[in-house]
């Protein structure tokens, strides 16, 4: 074979490649991402600027409960890892726990900004933190099994990969922990212990 | 089952009492405990511990004793210490004069078997057939004679085994010897047993080729459990028949026959054991002598030679049933 054949057939190979990824492209359904609950989107790990992440539980507890839990139980402050707390202070003022510290590059403060009475609390970050983080918990009614608590967590990083370490890794983290953190505070909140295997836990 | 020997602060339970213990560890507030589903527990598996299961099974578990990590990582109860997770709620206080062997497998099996009966929902005169003949398959003959079965039929390769469910009054059938689907259409009159109870799980025996291409897969890390006796078990229930399940399955299994399930209209029931909510009824049968479960030990050994027992347990079947042991 030439070498003008190798190019013709080369250049029909690539062609037919092209055509095919085209139509296989254009095939993928439209996907609606309005259409999916809360943040079940697929494909969809971005809001805009800010990638969204967020966990729900239910607890057997009032939303004044829980909030008070939130609020006031030292037991709870130590071991969270992404959800901000107010460790009672008055001034509305948030402080970041262990994993959201060691996440940012410079201490990351949030201020509550928006609080409806039994269905929300909501938080963003203030300052020169190097990353923009709006959060909510919100309350629902979940009938006989308690009060459905969800935290919400929106984070713009101002400079990707400076402020925030791979941001996809971070996001995966962030979700993780704060369910992890709210299975502890329902932990306590209905057991008035968080469970561990350890064969002499601090609390005997 | 032991005595307490010290008490933690909000503890209910006093030094020097006599409990049994199950295995199953659960907080006693939670929705699920509030229904008594104490398996499905919310609270007792360590935080940290939960996402395996959740990635396993969607949801995490209840935390067990000695049941690996899926289940909190708790240290198991063949010890001379246990420390007792939510013990306001978990040990089953127990009296006095009732000797050990017939309250210690309060704790686990005696409850399983219950609750396998019960998830077959036996009506007065059913004809149940029981795969495998283990403590938790005997203990579930028993209890299903309790609940007014008419008829047990009792399935399992190894003798000695079956020779102890006939003992029971169950009829035995050993699929070394025979057809199992064709042995029970036959002893049903063609109609198959109201209900099937899987007393096996995912160590299924014998020579079959579903069973073959289980070990197969799971030999190589594409299979996890050999399901061959709830395939069986599902074939041979009668229509709009059900299925219990307390063997224990882990992973995922195909060949199932979903078909057969839906064709046939089977409801299946399953689930590790809701341990303390069946121990009160079982101590009091126990209390009036109407059950005695020590009948199923055969062997006595010191802790310190556990590793003895349970190699024997696994090798000589026909003979070691149950073993004890003492600290």
């Not at chain 1, 971005?46 to 966990?55: I, K, L, Q």
């Not at chain 2, 009829?171 to 209900?195: C, F, K, R, S, W």
């Not at chain 2, 126990?286 to 349970?310: C, K, M, N, Q």
Request: glycine letters at 10%; proline letters at 5%; one cysteine or more.
């Amino acid at each position: 074979m030439t070498l003008a054949n190798w190019a013709r057939y080369g250049l029909a190979a690539t062609l037919a490649t092209a055509a095919g990824g085209m139509l296989i492209y254009r095939r993928q359904p439209r996907i609606n991402h309005d259409a999916a609950p809360a943040r079940s989107a697929r494909h969809r790990r971005r809001f805009g600027d800010y990638r969204v992440t967020g966990a729900a539980v239910t607890v057997r507890a009032t939303p004044q409960q829980i909030l008070a839990c939130w609020r006031n139980n030292a037991a709870l402050w130590p071991v969270l890892e992404f959800l901000p707390f107010p460790e009672g202070h008055q001034d509305d003022l948030l402080l970041p726990p262990s994993g959201l510290r060691d996440m940012a590059s410079r201490p990351l403060l949030t201020r509550i900004v928006t609080e409806r009475e039994d269905e929300l609390v909501a938080w963003r970050s203030e300052g020169e933190g190097h990353a923009d983080m709006h959060g909510r918990l919100r309350f629902r009614d979940n009938g006989d099994k308690g009060t459905a608590v969800e935290v919400i967590v929106a984070v713009r990083p101002h400079h990707f990969a400076s402020a925030w370490k791979t941001e996809a890794m971070m996001a995966e983290a962030l979700e993780l922990g704060l369910l992890r953190d709210l299975r502890r505070m329902k932990m306590l909140i209905e057991t008035g212990e968080i469970a561990t295997a350890r064969l002499r836990p601090d609390a005997v | 089952m032991g005595r307490i020997v010290a008490v933690g602060k909000e503890s209910t339970l006093e030094v020097g009492q006599r409990v049994v213990v199950p295995f199953t560890i659960f907080c006693g507030q939670c929705f699920h405990c509030s229904e008594q589903r104490y398996s499905n527990c919310d609270n007792s598996c360590p935080v940290e511990d939960q996402e395996v299961a959740e990635k396993a099974f969607g949801h995490p578990m209840a935390g067990m004793f000695g049941y690996s990590h899926l289940t909190g990582g708790y240290a198991g109860g063949q010890a001379e210490y246990v420390r007792i997770p939510y013990s306001d709620v978990v040990p089953l206080v127990v009296p006095e004069d009732i000797p050990d062997d017939r309250l210690l497998f309060l704790s686990d099996i005696l409850p399983t078997g219950w609750m396998a009966a019960l998830n077959a929902d036996i009506a007065p005169g059913d004809t149940i057939a029981v795969w495998g003949c283990g403590p938790v398959g005997l203990f579930t003959i028993l209890s299903a004679f309790q609940q007014k079965a008419g008829r047990v039929i009792a399935i399992d390769g190894v003798k000695g085994r079956l020779a102890m469910a006939e003992q029971l009054g169950a009829e035995p059938v050993n699929y070394h010897e025979t057809d199992i689907l064709d042995a029970l259409i036959q002893m049903t009159g063609g109609v198959g047993p109201d209900a099937v109870i899987d007393a096996v799980g995912k160590e299924a025996h014998g020579f079959s080729v579903d069973t073959i291409a289980d070990r197969v897969k799971q030999t190589v890390g594409l299979g996890q459990d050999r399901a061959h006796a709830l395939r069986q078990a599902i074939m041979a229930c009668r229509k709009g028949g059900r299925v219990s399940v307390p063997g224990v399955y882990g992973g995922k299994a195909d060949l199932f026959p979903l078909g057969a399930m839906m064709q046939k209209g089977l409801q299946l029931r399953t689930g590790q054991t809701h341990v303390r909510r069946f121990t009160g009824e079982l101590l009091d049968l126990i209390e009036r002598d109407v059950i005695d479960p020590s009948f199923l030990i055969s062997h006595r050994l010191p802790l310190d030679e556990a590793a003895t027992g349970y190699r024997n347990f696994r090798d000589h079947q026909d003979e070691w049933i149950k073993v004890v042991m003492h600290p």
